[in-house]
């Protein structure tokens, strides 16, 4: 019996988050070496890996979270399940009353409120291969999984900017903005590759929550939170040009300039500064948060045969793992 599998990547923002949910310009990147995968086989014949006892018949569709060791069915699924969300969304957009027996299978390599962009990506995964599994092509698109995990996004987040469902589902670097009636979607050409180092504080940060206290500020402040949002878009403009021409060091200096600005913003945090200063120090040519902050990741920029130094400060300094990632290798 087939199994239909697909899988998306995590993310970074290189350039622009939080001004991109006010609709200014961002820069982000597919993190393809951690991936969410999902699979989806007939339950009858469920055999996958052996892993699980199929799912007795008439029991509808099961879904396995292996990171969390968690089992359920749709029907018994909470109200707030985003991959059940996910499922119904699916179903209702393509018209399908009746879903056959099914196992569902999903497992993430991308840590979870890291800003890397999980929440995205297993949402994504999900609903190529249900979409694939159930012969929906046209919803297995990479415009049409976008929109969907979008919305599912908008179930967990509420006011998401669109770009973590676009950099997972089309994983390609994007210059991004959130507009009506359809957003800007650019790729762009990396003119000289961008060698970077993704360190994770260890220190989980809810998106949600980061994303409503920005918006908190902006209503107490509007006209400051609009200056620092306006100046994050110029810089993600500059980075965009400085990238197409190959400036690395003018890249880097504008990852410097972005977040100064969100350290204005309260975003940043002891930990992710404690690492950012790390980088820098042991020389790395830009670094800065990247995500909603306040914890998750910081990305830094480096040449590339400087890796080992600068990956031995940011362990040093505490980081909980660091991966390597090349944009436009
Ligand atoms: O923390 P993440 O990976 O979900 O990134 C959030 C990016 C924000 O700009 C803060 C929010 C958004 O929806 O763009």
Redesign the pocket.
């Known amino acids: 019996m087939t199994v239909t599998e697909a899988s998306a990547p995590g993310?970074i923002?290189l350039f622009?988050?939080?001004a991109?949910?006010y609709g200014q310009p961002?820069i982000a990147a597919p993190v393809s070496q951690v991936r969410a995968r999902a699979w989806v086989e007939d339950a009858d014949a469920a055999a996958y890996a052996g892993a699980y006892a199929p799912a007795p018949a008439g029991s509808g569709v099961c879904l396995h979270l292996t990171n969390l060791d968690y089992h359920y069915t749709l029907s018994e699924a909470p109200a707030d399940d985003p991959f059940a969300a996910a499922i119904r969304l699916l179903q209702q957009e393509a018209g399908v009353q009746t879903l056959p027996p099914l196992s569902i299978t999903i497992h993430s390599d991308i840590p979870i409120a890291s800003?890397?962009?999980s929440?995205?990506a297993t949402a994504a995964a999900l609903l190529r291969a249900l979409a694939r599994h159930l012969g929906l092509d046209a919803f297995a698109s990479d415009a049409q999984v976008s929109r969907l995990a979008f919305a599912v996004?908008q179930l967990h987040?509420g006011?998401?900017?669109?770009?973590?469902n676009t950099v997972v589902a089309y994983e390609k670097p994007v210059y991004f903005v959130r507009q009506q009636p359809q957003n800007r979607i650019e790729p762009f050409t990396v003119a000289s590759p961008l060698s970077l180092l993704i360190a994770d504080t260890g220190v989980s940060?809810s998106?949600k929550t980061?994303?409503s206290d920005v918006r908190r500020q902006w209503q107490a402040d509007p006209a400051r939170l609009d200056a620092l949002f306006a100046r994050c878009g110029q810089i993600a403009d500059q980075a965009r040009q400085a990238i197409e021409a190959g400036d690395i060091a003018q890249v880097g200096a504008l990852m410097n300039q972005n977040q100064e600005l969100l350290r204005q913003m309260t975003v940043s945090s002891p930990a992710l500064e404690h690492l950012i200063t790390a980088a820098l120090s042991a020389g790395a040519i830009g670094a800065k948060l990247?995500?909603?902050?306040r914890g998750?990741n910081m990305i830094a920029l480096i040449a590339a045969d400087a890796a080992p130094p600068v990956r031995a400060a940011l362990l040093a300094a505490g980081a909980r793992a660091v991966l390597a990632s090349v944009i436009g290798a």
Do not use: F, N, R
Not at 159 to 164: F, H, L
Not at 290 to 293: D, H
């Open positions: 993310k923002i622009g988050e939080h991109v949910v961002a800003g890397l962009g929440g995205a996004e987040h006011t998401p900017s669109g770009i973590d940060s998106t980061v994303v990247s995500g909603a902050g998750g």
